[in-house]
C-alpha cells in the first residue's frame, strides 16, 4: 500500500508542474521504476478514471540497461480542445 501511495504522490506531483507548449501538444512522459511494475493497471486505471488520456509505451533494452521500460504519456484533459 505505501509503494501505491508513494507512485501516485510522484505522479501527481509531476503532472502538477508547468505544462511547456510541447507536453500540452504530446503529452507528458513519466518513465515508472521497474519497481512500479506491479502497479502500471492501477496507475492507468486510477487516472482514465479521473478524466486523463494516457498512452503507454513499452521498451524492451538489451544492452548495459537491460530491462522492460514502462512509459506513461499523460495528456491533460483541459488542454484538449473542444470541437
Known amino acids: 500500500m505505501l509503494l501505491r501511495q508513494f507512485v501516485f504522490k510522484i505522479i501527481n506531483e ?18 515508472l521504476e521497474q519497481d512500479w511494475n ?4 492501477d496507475i492507468k486505471q486510477k487516472y ?26 499523460f495528456f491533460n484533459p483541459a488542454f484538449i480542445k473542444k470541437t
Request: no cysteine; aromatic share 12%; proline share 0%.
Open 38 to 41: 506491479s502497479q502500471i493497471d
Open 14 to 31: 509531476f503532472l502538477e508542474t508547468t505544462w511547456t507548449d510541447y507536453q500540452v501538444k504530446y503529452g507528458k512522459e513519466i518513465v
Open 48 to 73: 482514465i478514471e479521473a478524466g486523463w488520456i494516457i498512452k503507454h509505451k513499452i521498451e524492451i533494452i538489451s544492452n548495459k540497461k537491460q530491462g522492460i521500460y514502462h512509459t506513461l504519456i
